[in-house]
């Protein structure tokens, strides 16, 4: 018997089948699409940056992103890269580690209690109006220049933000749908765990993006000073012997680090948030 018999005629495949699959490809290739146009932006940018270096026109002290490249690679294949990376990561997870909970817990304290709020709310304020990259003197001076002053300083700066979006996230959650989850009976426990925090969660990744952003920040700055491992060191000891492929690579690192965690709290964002129908930009 040919194959062709074991096939069904093409009529007697059902519209809404034949509809569901084109509708799938659509989606498939506009995703494809959007991907690419994603991707354009950043290739226009490194190749204008490959051009401009060769063409002088970023200066005689920029190198073109080929140079980058293979002194990327060089580092590397030497395993100076992986280290120092290594020393950067533990200082920024150290950090998070204390800053992320600490901001969530006075968060929630002070959204969901008003006494919490008279009492922490204030002194969070006037703290958050501190430049806190400006503290670094002062924690050289407390905890000396070893890692607790890189961690504590990396934990300070992530706080805030945090806090602020918890809060308010917490405080911008609708009235209405808390009363009418107590009308159907639930209780406190379950009023904050099914209304209150899934209200409040999209406020909540925000402030996690932007103490992301501010641990990377505060991790450029700290290691700049007192170090002797790090990306920060590497960048200074490039520096001192004017070696730019070396400091647009770290540079480089440092955005690719941002943009990681980023996109990983947007993919978190976008399963956590499945539910949420928002505007959609065309």
């Not at 995703?31 to 290739?43: E, I, P, Q, T």
């Not at 008279?118 to 501190?130: C, G, H, S, T």
């Not at 209200?199 to 170090?227: F, K, N």
């Not at 590497?234 to 440092?254: D, G, H, S, W």
């Amino acid at each position: 018997m040919s194959t062709d018999l074991l096939d069904p005629p093409r009529s007697a495949i059902p519209v809404a089948a034949r509809v569901s699959t084109a509708s799938r490809s659509g989606a498939v290739l506009l995703s494809v699409l959007r991907r690419a146009r994603k991707a354009g932006g950043l290739v226009a940018v490194l190749a204008l940056w490959e051009i401009g270096a060769r063409a002088g026109w970023l200066g005689s002290t920029t190198p073109p992103l080929s140079d980058v490249a293979v002194r990327g690679w060089e580092m590397l294949s030497s395993g100076a890269l992986f280290e120092n990376l290594g020393v950067s990561l533990l200082r920024v997870l150290k950090g998070l580690a204390i800053g992320l909970p600490t901001g969530l817990a006075l968060g929630l304290l002070s959204g969901l209690f008003r006494i919490s709020e008279d009492i922490v709310d204030a002194p969070v304020q006037a703290l958050r109006m501190l430049p806190h990259l400006a503290l670094v003197p002062l924690f050289i001076i407390w905890f000396g220049i070893g890692e607790t002053s890189k961690v504590g300083l990396i934990a300070v700066g992530t706080v805030f933000p945090l806090y602020i979006n918890v809060f308010h996230g917490i405080r911008g959650v609708d009235e209405r749908l808390v009363e009418s989850a107590r009308t159907c009976g639930l209780g406190r426990l379950g009023l904050v765990r099914k209304v209150i925090l899934p209200g409040a969660l999209p406020q909540i990744l925000v402030g996690l993006r932007l103490s992301l952003g501010v641990a990377w920040l505060t991790l450029v700055v700290v290691e700049q000073s007192a170090t002797a491992s790090g990306i920060g060191f590497v960048i200074n000891q490039a520096t001192q012997f004017l070696q730019m492929e070396t400091v647009f690579l770290v540079l480089v690192v440092y955005a690719l680090l941002g943009v990681s965690t980023d996109l990983l709290v947007r993919l978190i964002e976008r399963r956590a948030l499945a539910w949420r129908k928002g505007l959609v930009a065309r």
